[in-house]
């Protein structure tokens, strides 16, 4: 593919329920990193890769949110007991190089906690 | 750590008419500074961007403006269309490696 892609684009999920949300970037971009995006927001920065290291990890907002990327390509953000206040867009971006460089966006997956 | 100020939250101009949005950035360590579009229901999308040893950028319509001893950067659109109508947003990155969006403006363009 020709850009970024994440999957599901939707998620209903119930308060209390585990959710993964996976982000595919652009072969052989070095750098992934997640956002959240919280409505009429800016994107805010959750944690970024190089490769299948996790170098920053300290936007993630609690010890519910867990990233991986175990091969340097594919990556996931698992939520675990997910609360009302996790609802927001969840953004994917990838980079050629290291940060500092031209981030390629996906187009999301709106989690909605009931 | 880095904090980014963008004004206004939202624009209206008429078509044709020039759009201009302003970002502070408090670390004077950011050396990169894109801007992004991001349209309903997608994902941001790099317009333009700047790095910190450059003082001005222009691509067509648009260009931005970078003053490092104030810690301002603007962008500016010119003879605005109807296509240019989405929020905006400025970034500060560089430093400590951290990627700080500013709260995004909503650009109207009126017919």
């Known amino acids: 593919g020709a850009g970024v892609s994440q999957s599901p684009r939707y998620k209903v999920a119930k308060r209390g329920q585990d959710v993964a949300l996976r982000c595919d970037p652009i072969s052989g971009h070095v750098s992934l990193f997640w956002y959240q995006q919280a409505l009429g927001q800016g994107p805010e920065f959750l944690t970024y890769f190089q490769n299948e290291a996790q170098l920053d990890k300290s936007g993630l907002p609690s010890d519910r949110f867990f990233a991986e990327r175990p091969e340097g390509s594919v990556s996931t953000l698992k939520i675990q007991r997910t609360q009302q206040e996790d609802s927001a867009v969840y953004l994917c971006?990838?980079?050629?190089?290291?940060?500092?460089?031209?981030?390629?966006f996906g187009p999301g997956t709106r989690l909605t906690v009931l | 750590g880095e904090n980014v100020e963008q004004h206004p939250s939202t624009l209206s101009v008429q078509e044709g008419d020039s759009a201009v949005i302003k970002c502070t950035y408090s670390?004077?360590?950011?050396?990169?500074f894109p801007w992004y579009k991001q349209e309903l229901g997608k994902g941001p999308q790099l317009i333009i961007d700047i790095r910190s040893n450059v003082g001005e950028k222009k691509d067509q319509r648009i260009a931005v403006t970078l003053n490092k001893t104030a810690k301002h950067f603007s962008l500016h659109i010119t003879e605005t269309q109807p296509e240019d109508s989405a929020v905006y947003f400025c970034?500060?990155?560089?430093?400590?490696?951290?990627?700080?969006f500013g709260k995004g403006t909503r650009l109207h363009i009126l017919p």
């Open positions: 670390d004077s360590a950011s050396n990169y």
């Open positions: 971006a990838s980079s050629v190089r290291l940060a500092g460089g031209q981030q390629f």
């Open positions: 970034v500060a990155s560089g430093g400590d490696d951290k990627i700080i």
